[in-house]
């Protein structure tokens, strides 16, 4: 649950720190004072656009952080992510703030800056962090429900996220919406292979001849820097020939070749040596050099008994090279990217004989059809059980909100040929008293019949959610009297399960609050208009509830009157 939210410099707010508890808090203060301010300074934090209108004037950014307990699937997220805090660093902040190390609370902390440019930043737990992952995290921690919220039960989307959700149908929904997706991809698979039947088999064709004359070349990787090698090897065999003989007769095979003048020398220093050592040296240096031209004769000998001049041979190699340049200039590439052209023109041609293949495309349509229908009568059979249980939970409510007789229903219109969110429509329908008949939402409730019915489902649907943070801006408006101390009385039975936040200028919501914040807006000519929070006692709980009752003129008769609401 929440647990602490700071402000800074955010619209008409120039610093506050707020502390929350558990239990069902409200806000409640002059039409204007910044109520709604505070909610859209908390939604910053959980992933909310933001623009440089949201910085204080005057102020170089606005910086806004909050502080939520944690539960098991945000601890979680937070872990897979490595956004978490590590356990021994909320141990030692148990430790410093009086608490037992060896059992520390887990919290996150989520933060969000907007620069007077307009730039945003995002931070969990220190780290920066992504507005979607602030988001994911944030949909984990904290529900809110919008002053305009009943107005977007009007919408048959919102109607139909709003029932998925309540019925925990979310994920199964969107399982439907992809297998719809994959049919209706294989329906139009199927329509283009018949539309573009006499194109595709034309660029076939053509695909296929030119295929076939790359078969019939077959080149390989490396195969031209190789042919290449051969011919320059091949055409130029007289002159290796001619050059090989002429060093083979200077090293070793004529009568004056380096090898035995130097095997003579050596033969002569060495008898030479014999008499004085000191030509040991010289000898020593000269040893190798004769065992390294005796290597270079024998090397040279061996390549001279393979090389021989082979004109049928130099002939094919030419036929290759040429062979290969043409398919070169053919296909517009270089002669070394043939190999790659070839095994890229198979993959074309077995993509368009998938692509006019209209049997097979024909069996994945119906496959895919099949699979959509199976997963959309999975899911048209728990919406079926779902929307009976919702509709008789807001029916019920309804009795409770002054609309003694009316019922709620959620009918699902079959589509024959189905959607994207399933096989039926969501449709919301009431009754607004006994004996009505049943009619769309949208063309049957008043404001004040929506505003009840809205709020009816939001208190169900928070009820049925695990999220533990519930904030309802201002869903009271248009109701009042004894209906506002039914919706009261509501939001402080969730408040026994749930941390729930309430914006509201209602007398008898605010008196059902187990804690009171008051905001108020001043102005100066120093800091201009600014919007304070106070924490209010028993006594200012008083006063404040008396406000509500009577406006500006406050009695003894309407302090009187907000004292008995506050004892019941």
């Known amino acids: ?249 200077v090293l070793a095979e004529s009568d004056t070749a380096l090898l035995t003048q130097l095997t003579a020398l050596i033969s002569k220093l060495r008898d030479l040596a014999e008499i004085d050592p000191a030509l040991d040296d010289a000898l020593a240096a000269l040893d190798p050099a004769e065992i390294q031209l005796q290597e270079a004769a024998y090397s040279l000998s061996h390549y001279a008994q393979r090389l021989e001049l082979d004109p049928q041979q130099l002939a094919r190699v030419e036929q290759r090279l040429d062979a290969l340049h043409s398919a070169a200039r053919k296909f517009r590439l270089q002669p070394q990217a043939l190999p790659e052209e070839h095994v890229a023109r198979q993959a074309q041609l077995a993509a368009l004989d998938a692509a006019t293949d209209l049997d097979h495309l024909r069996a994945l349509e119906t496959a895919a059809h099949q699979a959509y229908f199976a997963l959309g009568r999975t899911l048209s059979q728990a919406r079926a059980q779902a929307a009976v249980a919702l509709g008789a939970a807001v029916t019920a409510g309804m009795q409770d909100l002054s609309l003694v007789g009316g019922c709620f229903e959620i009918a699902l219109v079959p589509l024959p040929e189905g959607g994207a969110h399933g096989l039926e429509q969501i449709e919301f329908r009431v009754a607004g008293h006994a004996g009505v008949p049943l009619r769309p939402l949208a063309k049957v409730a008043s404001g004040g019949e929506l505003a009840r019915i809205s709020l009816a489902l939001a208190v169900i649907a928070s009820a049925a959610s695990l999220t533990p943070t519930l904030i309802f801006d201002e869903v009271d408006s248009g109701i009042g009297g004894g209906v506002a101390e039914v919706v009261g009385r509501l939001l402080h039975q969730l408040g026994r399960e749930r941390q729930v936040l309430c914006v509201t200028h209602l007398p008898q919501v605010a008196a059902r609050g187990d804690h009171h914040f008051q905001v108020a807006k001043a102005s100066d000519d120093t800091h201009g208009t600014l919007s304070t929070v106070t924490a209010l006692d028993r006594a200012s709980r008083v006063e404040e509830i008396a406000r509500m009752l009577g406006g500006l003129a406050i009695t003894a008769t309407t302090r009187k009157h907000a004292k008995e609401m506050l004892a019941a």
């Open 1 to 249: 649950m929440l647990r602490h939210l700071s402000i800074r410099d955010f619209v008409i707010v120039a610093a506050l720190d707020l502390e929350f508890d558990s239990g069902f808090s409200v806000f409640s203060g002059e039409t204007g004072a910044g109520k709604s301010i505070l909610i859209d300074a908390l939604a910053l934090t959980l992933g909310a656009r933001a623009d440089a209108s949201v910085v204080r004037t005057g102020q170089s950014r606005a910086d806004i952080s909050a502080e939520f307990d944690t539960h098991a699937a945000a601890e979680q997220w937070l872990d897979e992510l490595a956004l978490n805090v590590p356990a021994s660093r909320a141990a030692e902040a148990e430790a410093e703030a009086g608490g037992t190390a060896h059992a520390p609370a887990r919290s996150v902390m989520l933060r969000r800056v907007v620069d007077a440019n307009g730039r945003s930043r995002a931070f969990i737990n220190g780290t920066a962090a992504t507005l979607a992952q602030l988001r994911t995290l944030g949909e984990m921690l904290v529900d809110i429900h919008g002053q305009h919220a009943h107005q977007l039960l009007l919408r048959p989307e919102a109607q139909r996220e709003l029932f998925d959700t309540h019925a925990g149908l979310t994920a199964m929904a969107a399982s439907v919406t992809c297998a719809w997706r994959d049919w209706r991809a294989a329906v139009q698979a199927v329509e283009q292979g018949l539309s573009r039947e006499r194109e595709l088999q034309l660029e076939r064709e053509r695909l296929a001849w030119q295929l076939a004359e790359l078969d019939r070349l077959a080149p390989q990787p490396g195969e031209w820097e190789e042919v290449n090698h051969e011919h320059r090897r091949l055409s130029h065999s007289a002159s290796l020939i001619d050059g090989v003989q002429s060093a083979l007769a």
